[in-house]
């Protein structure tokens, strides 16, 4: 169940203005922040790590004021937005930046900027997307711990999990893409994550050997070579968490996208290759684009490894 988290009338000193001379000292700032996240499983549990700690969001936007200055308060106020998409499990975000003393005679008050902002919409200034959705979403029901992002990519989801705590280990075929993904980690300050160079498909054998039971949770996004299910499986640990989405046949059908009918699911074939598994959340069909507007047919799945997948490893 969305809810929202409040920060009202959070003042600091900041550097903002047009001119060098206002940039020069810092002045008196003022945010506000509507934050809309899960709210249910904070309640039920009482557990501040199923929920947006504000006490964090209010330290990083202290941070961002003492370390950079702005000539705009709208530049300010998108990297408050940038930061938040980016560091935690926020679906929407309103914010009202201002400025308590403005170098204006007449306003006896405050100038100042608001602005609201789907995760949906929001874009990471220099292009750079914001952690899925589906991701965001079914955050509260990840346990901390050793995570594996298969088919990373650039590794959006692999430099979110790694911002909140979690050791991370990325695992793409393109060399190009996980070098930066590396830097990124590097420029964020996260040693926590680490990127190898693996082609998930390549002929000879059937890659991976992933260790058994040693991943808290494994994460794959728009990718699907159904080999590698089973080796999925196995590399959970007990009570680990699967979280997958990929494209249907609908998409291919509707959107000729992917090209080749293979890379999409057939209906319910998701929760077929996942059947050794707890099903905590399964959802198939129309959903709102990950990286941007407009509509895509995927499937959703949060499964859980319950216990032994096969009785030689009961055994053992």
């Known amino acids: 169940m969305a809810g929202a988290i409040l920060i009202e009338r959070l003042e600091f000193q900041g550097r903002c203005g047009v001119t060098q001379e206002e940039r020069r000292k810092p002045q008196p700032l ?7 996240c899960q709210t249910e499983p904070a309640a039920a549990s009482d557990d501040i790590q199923y929920t947006v700690d504000y006490a964090q969001v209010v330290n990083r936007v202290l941070e961002l004021a003492a370390t950079q200055d702005f000539s705009l308060l709208e530049t300010f106020a998108e990297r408050i937005l940038s930061m938040l998409f980016a560091e935690f499990p926020v679906a929407r975000v309103k914010i009202w930046l201002r400025k308590l003393a403005p170098p204006l005679k007449p306003v006896t008050r405050s100038v100042g900027v608001q602005l609201d902002r789907s995760r949906l919409t929001h ?6 997307p914001t952690p899925a959705r589906f991701l965001t979403q079914q955050f509260h029901r990840l346990p901390k711990g050793k995570a594996l992002d298969l088919a990373s990519g650039s590794g959006r989801n692999a430099l979110y999990l790694a911002s909140q705590g979690f ?3 990325a695992i793409d075929r393109d060399e190009r893409a996980l070098a930066e ?8 300050n996260l040693p926590n994550l680490h990127a190898q160079t693996v082609d998930l498909e390549r002929t000879t054998t059937v890659w991976p ?7 808290d949770v494994i994460m794959v996004f728009f990718y699907l070579h159904r080999p590698l299910f089973p080796a999925l499986i196995e590399s959970l640990k007990p009570n680990g968490i699967l979280l997958y989405e990929t494209f249907t046949i609908d998409n291919h059908l509707r959107h000729n996208h992917p090209r080749r009918a293979e890379f999409c699911l057939a209906h319910n074939e998701l929760l077929q290759l996942t059947s ?11 959903h709102d684009g990950s990286q941007g507007p407009g509509s895509v047919f995927t499937a959703h799945l949060v499964a859980q490894r319950t216990g032994p997948t096969n009785p030689s490893e009961a055994s053992a």
Not at 30 to 36: I, R
Not at 181 to 188: D, E
Not at 209 to 215: A, D, M, R, S
């Open 209 to 215: 050997e992933l260790p058994k039971q040693t991943y």
């Open 30 to 36: 003022a945010v506000d922040l509507e934050l809309t």
């Open 123 to 128: 874009q990471v200034p220099g292009g750079e």
């Open 167 to 169: 050791q991370v280990e």
């Open 276 to 286: 050794g598994l707890r099903v905590l959340s399964y959802d198939e069909g129309e």
């Open 181 to 188: 993904l590396v830097a990124a980690a590097q420029q964020r």
